[in-house]
């Protein structure tokens, strides 16, 4: 087995894919082909793990510019952390041994909308399975609501956005023993992101 990649150089790594991506020199089509393929048959060792929005605008291979193998995804509306999600970070660190995983967020987000509305307008959806979506977004905004943010909603928004990807942090840090240990023993890092639709890059929270 390969040595991990560290939570350092896993970093740089999104980070340069990133500027790749915003800046119009994407290399990974060429990666893409009948070769690579084959070679993933012999198992994987993605340098990250991304657990982000389910948003169609937000794929994360494409805005990092990586290729096959490259990162373990994890999408789900929100990017709330619920039980399946924590059991999947701590399937890849135990046994892919990545060392970085990255909650990403992203401007425009619609479940954070929905969560916005169902606080301040009392519109809730009539899908209990979409509720428990919003519940988990809920105390990540609730608190803004005491604050002038509930009179502009383009900045509540915003603020709601990277308050969600912490709180997911948070959960994901503090949430489950197997992460708190490999954060402890064994380099793991666990920071926050928030993609911008309007101009393709992507901001890290807490980075290193």
Same mark, same amino acid.
């Given at each position: 087995?390969?040595?991990?990649?560290?939570?350092?150089?896993?970093?740089?790594?999104?980070?340069?894919?990133?500027?790749?991506?915003?800046? !119009?020199?994407?290399?990974?089509?060429?990666?893409?082909?009948?070769?690579?393929?084959?070679?993933?048959?012999?198992?994987?060792?993605?340098?990250?793990?991304?657990?982000?929005?389910?948003?169609?605008?937000?794929?994360?291979?494409?805005?990092?510019?990586?290729?096959?193998?490259?990162?373990?995804?994890?999408?789900?509306?929100?990017?709330?952390?619920?039980?399946?999600?924590?059991?999947?970070?701590?399937?890849?660190?135990?046994?892919?041994?990545?060392?970085?995983?990255?909650?990403?967020?992203?401007?425009?987000?619609?479940?954070?909308?929905?969560?916005?509305? $169902?606080?301040?307008?009392?519109?809730? $959806?009539? $899908?209990?399975?979409?509720?428990?979506?919003?519940?988990?977004?809920?105390?990540?905004?609730?608190?803004?609501?005491?604050?002038?943010?509930? !009179?502009?909603?383009?900045?509540?928004?915003?603020?709601?956005?990277?308050?969600?990807?912490?709180? $997911?942090?948070?959960?994901?840090?503090?949430?489950?023993?197997?992460?708190?240990?490999?954060?402890?023993?064994?380099?793991?890092?666990?920071?926050?992101?928030?993609?911008?639709?309007?101009?393709?890059?992507?901001?890290?929270?807490?980075?290193?």
């Amino acid at each position: 087995m390969n040595s991990p990649v560290s939570a350092s150089t896993a970093l740089a790594r999104l980070r340069d894919g990133n500027h790749r991506f915003t800046t !119009h020199q994407t290399a990974t089509n060429a990666q893409l082909n009948h070769h690579q393929r084959l070679e993933q048959l012999a198992g994987q060792m993605p340098f990250a793990v991304i657990l982000g929005c389910s948003d169609a605008r937000v794929p994360a291979e494409i805005i990092f510019d990586q290729g096959l193998g490259d990162l373990f995804v994890i999408r789900v509306a929100g990017n709330i952390v619920a039980p399946s999600q924590v059991g999947s970070v701590e399937f890849a660190v135990s046994r892919y041994h990545t060392r970085l995983v990255v909650v990403l967020g992203h401007s425009h987000c619609g479940a954070v909308t929905a969560t916005i509305e $169902s606080l301040l307008d009392g519109e809730d $959806s009539e $899908s209990r399975n979409i509720a428990s979506i919003v519940d988990r977004v809920k105390p990540a905004v609730a608190g803004f609501l005491d604050t002038d943010l509930r !009179h502009d909603r383009l900045a509540l928004h915003r603020a709601a956005v990277r308050a969600n990807v912490r709180a $997911s942090v948070d959960h994901l840090r503090h949430g489950s023993a197997m992460i708190e240990a490999f954060i402890v023993d064994h380099g793991l890092q666990v920071i926050g992101a928030e993609y911008a639709l309007e101009t393709g890059a992507v901001n890290f929270f807490d980075a290193f």
